[in-house]
């Protein structure tokens, strides 16, 4: 079944432990990205990946580490958690970019609930 | 700037009214693509459109409908005889695709929230 996974789908974490959520897809994509959702704020947009080792901040990269060393993982890294970065994030893959001619589905993992204390 | 403005935070209706989505956005590109997706109370995200800049075309998808006005700036998306499946978050958003490497960027509203009564 193709899909896209994150774990943990839940943490509660303390300021400043080192914490990774792994991302996942069984698609053989290329595009790979980030994004963190809070309340009143919609969907932004944290890292994204064109390729294996080619990756570009978003909006709202601060806090945030990535890598792409395999083209089907695509971790986000926070070195030092802080309570600001408590949200529900979200990873997604597609064959192609969102401005590749043609249309490729982008596919959403299931979420990541993160709380910082 | 880029930028995505869903002004509705939240529209209520009752099953079977239609009901219109609102999106507008900002862009310094001439080429660029715009998008609908939803989210459902199970939170998944699930994409719904895609539509590029040369392409003003109105698209009909069963009971959806988008409308595209580059004069106005706007993608607008209806819903016409809702139903109380389509209660959701519905985000717009918007990808430039000339500048700075920003192929891969991807700009949402921040969302709104539409419950379709029975």
């Known amino acids: 079944e193709a899909q896209v996974t994150q774990n943990p789908r839940y943490l509660i974490t303390v300021t400043g432990k080192k914490l990774t959520v792994t991302c996942s897809q069984n698609?053989?994509?290329?595009?790979m990205s980030w994004y963190r959702q809070d309340p009143g704020l919609g969907l932004r947009q944290i890292y994204y990946?064109?390729?294996?080792?080619?990756?570009d901040k978003g909006d709202v990269p601060e806090g945030y580490k990535v890598s792409r060393k395999e083209k089907r993982n695509f971790p986000l890294i926070l070195e030092s958690p802080s309570p600001n970065q408590t949200s529900l994030y979200f990873c997604?893959?597609?064959?192609?970019?969102?401005?590749?001619?043609?249309?490729?589905?982008?596919?959403f993992g299931p979420g990541t609930r993160l709380l910082v204390l | 700037a880029q930028k995505v403005t869903q002004a509705q935070t939240e529209i209520s209706v009752v099953e079977k009214e239609d009901v219109t989505l609102d999106c507008v956005y900002e862009?310094?590109?001439?080429?660029?693509?715009l998008f609908w997706y939803k989210q459902p109370p199970s939170g998944e995200l699930v994409f719904l459109i895609r539509?590029?800049?040369?392409?003003?075309q109105n698209e009909i998808s069963g009971r959806y409908s988008w409308n595209f006005q580059k004069s106005t700036s706007s993608f607008n998306f209806t819903i016409t005889a809702s139903q109380v499946v389509d209660s959701a978050v519905y985000f717009c958003?918007?990808?430039?695709?000339?500048?700075?490497?920003?192929?891969?960027?991807?700009?949402f509203g921040k969302g709104t929230k539409l419950s379709v009564k029975p």
């Open positions: 997604a893959s597609s064959l192609a970019p969102p401005t590749s001619g043609t249309l490729q589905t982008q596919y």
């Open positions: 698609m053989n994509h290329e595009y």
């Open positions: 990946s064109m390729n294996v080792e080619v990756t």
């Open positions: 862009t310094r590109d001439t080429t660029y693509y």
């Open positions: 539509r590029n800049s040369f392409d003003e």
């Open positions: 958003a918007l990808s430039e695709v000339n500048y700075g490497g920003s192929q891969g960027n991807l700009i």
